[in-house]
């Protein structure tokens, strides 16, 4: 079952703030962020795992509650270059690196 | 980057008609995955392996097929191919330990 992502689209100025949701029905033990451009293949950006760390990239951020299997991309101070689709994927507990994706979130970002 | 080639990264066929779609790596990873991308659903897992002659099924496997004969390479199969597969498939592969997922830059796929 593909996790819940939330919002869908979103627009920003650049400068601006967001906040990207990632909820599934399944015990995880890692959330995996990806990053898409328009015509190209996804790219890894950060992976959190059974713990609960929060984890860092440049101006994105992201953190993971174990217990309500909710993830959080945080996207602080957006540039132009963060426009793109951005997925959430998930492992469940006992998974096998087997990673479920969302429908990803579409983030533009304009001047 | 990884070194992942994915063969044809164009395609179009008429229903019924066999396809297989080649995914080359160079890394050594263990793990290899297929994924299809369509609007409004995502990327999609259609199989994977977690090693040589190991494979397992995703969510949307009905219809294909998967061989891994080697490490290096994972070949997908449609054995009698429909408007419904009509998409943009994904190659990508991992290490394992680190669980990062390398994505090739893809095959579209037409049915006609």
């Known amino acids: 079952q593909q996790p819940v992502q939330s919002p869908q689209a979103v627009i920003l100025r650049e400068g601006e703030d967001a906040v990207i949701n990632c909820s599934s029905s399944?015990?995880?033990?890692?959330v995996h962020w990806y990053r898409q451009k328009h015509g190209e293949a996804p790219v890894f950006l950060m992976i959190?795992?059974?713990?609960?760390e929060q984890k860092g990239h440049e101006k994105i951020s992201a953190s993971f509650n174990e217990k309500k299997q909710q993830s959080s991309l945080y996207l602080t101070a957006s540039q132009l270059s963060y426009s793109g689709t951005y997925f959430c994927?998930?492992?469940?507990?006992?998974?096998?690196?087997?990673?479920?994706f969302g429908i990803g979130t579409k983030l533009q970002v304009i001047p | 980057d990884a070194g992942i080639t994915q063969s044809p990264r164009h395609k179009v066929t008429e229903t019924g008609t066999p396809v297989t779609l080649r995914c080359h790596q160079t890394?050594?990873?263990?793990?290899m995955y297929w994924y299809r991308q369509d609007p409004g659903h995502g990327l999609r897992l259609i199989h994977y392996?977690?090693?040589?002659?190991?494979?397992d099924k995703g969510e949307v496997s009905d219809g294909y097929s998967v061989s891994r004969s080697k490490t290096e390479d994972f070949l997908l199969t449609l054995e009698s191919a429909t408007s419904s597969q009509t998409s943009v498939y994904f190659c990508?592969?991992?290490?394992?330990?680190?669980?990062?997922?390398?994505f090739g830059p893809g095959t579209r796929l037409t049915v006609l």
């Open positions: 994927g998930t492992e469940a507990t006992g998974g096998y690196q087997k990673v479920t």
């Open positions: 399944k015990a995880l033990y890692s």
């Open positions: 959190l795992l059974k713990g609960g």
């Open positions: 890394e050594n990873h263990r793990y």
């Open positions: 392996s977690y090693g040589v002659k190991d494979t």
């Open positions: 990508a592969t991992g290490a394992g330990g680190l669980r990062e997922q390398f």
